[in-house]
């Protein structure tokens, strides 16, 4: 499995960007994916989640603000982030084959290499 996350870089606060994540060597329609994010200091922590259906999870700091999608199709799976805080500064990990259940993403040792999102105030 290989997942390519990019679409990372340095934003203003308020500001929006939309990260990917290419996935190859899985077969993308049947797996569930997730992205995650370790800021400074931090712990990893799950932002969002999608199941094979759709069904969309997010963490309390970003909803309202982020939107997770997938293009099984292209094999990619999005994160379309608006209303950019500092706070939202981490490395965003992208993550395959977890666990969507009860409405919640598990990670999977499936990880890709991480994008740097650097919000400034």
């Known amino acids: 499995v290989q997942l390519q996350a990019s679409g990372g870089g340095l934003v203003q606060a308020g500001g929006s960007l939309t990260l990917s994540c290419a996935a190859s060597?899985?077969?993308?329609?049947?797996?569930?994916f997730g992205w995650y994010r370790r800021a400074p200091g931090k712990q990893r922590e799950l932002v969002a989640g999608?199941?094979?259906?759709?069904?969309?999870n997010y963490a309390d700091s970003v909803k309202g603000r982020v939107t997770i999608s997938r293009d099984n199709a292209k094999q990619t799976v999005y994160l379309r982030m608006s209303t950019l805080k500092p706070e939202d500064t981490a490395v965003y990990y992208c993550?395959?084959?977890?666990?969507?259940?009860?409405?919640?993403?598990?990670?999977?040792?499936?990880w890709g290499q991480g994008t740097q999102v650097t919000v400034s105030s």
């Open positions: 993550n395959a084959a977890g666990m969507y259940r009860l409405n919640y993403y598990q990670a999977s040792d499936y």
């Open positions: 999608i199941s094979i259906g759709g069904n969309t």
């Open positions: 060597g899985i077969i993308f329609r049947n797996k569930a």
